[in-house]
């Protein structure tokens, strides 16, 4: 038996056993397996909960953030789990809200010889497109919850109108 005689492509005889990969060429089957797991792994980071901590780099979509637009005001609702009021910034400006956020966190224990740190940041923009009374802006922080409340001005709110939807029968 040679060597070629051991490479399972380039043989048209029609005896040749199935790889694990499947019937096909194996290097395509692990081409495609391998682009699989890392569609898989990168799947996570475009969800809501990044796949590490729940900390990511700026624009990654964290912090998860409810945009309710009433008729008076504009509600933003952002979920932060596991920080304080003092780790968050709100800020207004030129018409977008952004949300910033930083944790540390250090753990240590002598009696195991372990020590953990953690360090993570956010920074989440979010463009309003409307005018906004900024003197009038609100911020409540309980249990985890950050809502901003930011009114309308007079002039936002006489710009919307209702517009009639004519049915087709």
Do not use: C, Q
Request: aromatic fraction near 8%; proline fraction near 6%; hydrophobic fraction near 35%.
């Amino acid at each position: 038996m040679s060597v070629r005689d051991l490479i399972p492509w380039g043989r048209d005889d029609g005896n040749r056993p199935p790889t694990i990969f499947g019937d096909g060429d194996p290097f395509l089957s692990l081409h495609r397996e391998v682009n699989r797991l890392f569609d898989d792994v990168l799947r996570g980071f475009d969800s809501r909960l990044p796949a590490l901590g729940r900390f990511s780099s700026p624009g990654s979509g964290w912090p998860s953030v409810e945009i309710s637009d009433g008729e008076k005001e504009i509600r933003v609702t952002a979920e932060v789990p596991g920080l304080g009021e003092n780790d968050i910034e709100v800020l207004l400006e030129d018409g977008v809200l952004t949300l910033k956020g930083e944790k540390r966190s250090e753990t240590e224990d002598k009696d195991r010889r372990f020590s953990e740190r953690f360090y993570g940041r956010f920074e989440r923009r979010i463009p309003l497109g409307l005018e906004i009374e900024e003197d009038k802006v609100s911020a409540d922080f309980r249990n985890g919850v950050l809502t901003v409340t930011l009114p309308k001005t007079e002039r936002a709110r006489a710009r919307a109108r209702r517009i009639a939807i004519n049915g087709k029968s």
